[in-house]
């Protein structure tokens, strides 16, 4: 049973405009949030990070939404630029700080320029 | 060596074989982890160590043993593995305290025959 959900294995975006990735997550005890990019031949960077108590945080160009109804985040990116393109995973974690991330599948964002 | 490295990178071995992954980071965190990455699959954390104690063992078979000597190194050992255990294996440190952001190594791709 996967708690993480990234529904949307590829995204293709025009440079300059929005990119909007999407996750789904199924265990309302999670309570902190991440997304990871990750380039080929490299490991994951932490991109940016939400806490439950809050349901936005902005950093730049990156912005994560956190609808804890919906139990839904979204990143988004603005604007979009070619060198943003990679794999984007969303992570979550439970209350506790213990370390153990739950991932999601992935999103490969594809920038044209 | 800045961050986290991994050696190998790339490694092809028999089910017979013993090997060992290494991991090692130079950002002066005091927790430490394994993940493994299957085709198509998300990330899955395999064990955590803080301050070299292990914490977590994510019902991991046997045929994987992690040592951890030091809060810089972190070694997976190898031996009898499945074709099924090809994989991309990635280490990964935090700070304790922000276990959340974890900076992860480029990995070590894994092939068995």
């Known amino acids: 049973d996967q708690q993480v959900k990234q529904n949307s294995p590829s995204l293709s975006v025009q440079e300059g405009r929005i990119s909007i990735l999407n996750c789904d997550y199924t265990?309302?005890?999670?309570?902190?949030f991440l997304w990871y990019k990750k380039y080929p031949a490299e490991g994951p960077t932490f991109l940016i990070s939400i806490s439950s108590i809050k349901d936005k945080n902005e950093d730049g160009r990156f912005t994560v939404f956190l609808n804890k109804s919906a139990k839904h985040l979204s990143l988004h990116i603005v604007p979009s630029q070619p060198g943003d393109s990679a794999v984007y995973f969303c992570a979550a974690s439970l209350s506790g700080n213990t370390g153990k991330l739950i991932f999601g599948q992935g999103t490969t964002l594809q920038v044209k320029p | 060596e800045t961050g986290v490295t991994q050696t190998p990178r790339h490694l092809v071995m028999g089910m017979t074989n013993k090997k060992s992954l290494k991991c090692e980071q130079h950002?002066?965190?005091?927790?430490m982890y394994w993940y493994k990455q299957s085709a198509k699959k998300p990330l899955e954390l395999m064990f955590v160590?803080?301050?070299?104690?292990?914490?977590e063992n994510n019902s991991v078979p046997s045929r994987f043993s992690p040592e951890c000597p030091n809060s810089s190194h972190l070694f997976l050992h190898l031996h009898t593995l499945q074709p099924e255990d090809s994989a991309l294996y990635l280490c990964?440190?935090?700070?304790?305290?922000?276990?959340?952001?974890?900076?992860f190594g480029p990995g070590t791709r894994l092939t068995v025959l």
């Open positions: 160590y803080n301050f070299k104690e292990q914490t």
């Open positions: 950002l002066g965190h005091n927790a």
């Open positions: 990964a440190s935090s700070r304790v305290g922000t276990y959340n952001e974890q900076f």
């Open positions: 265990n309302s005890m999670f309570d902190y």
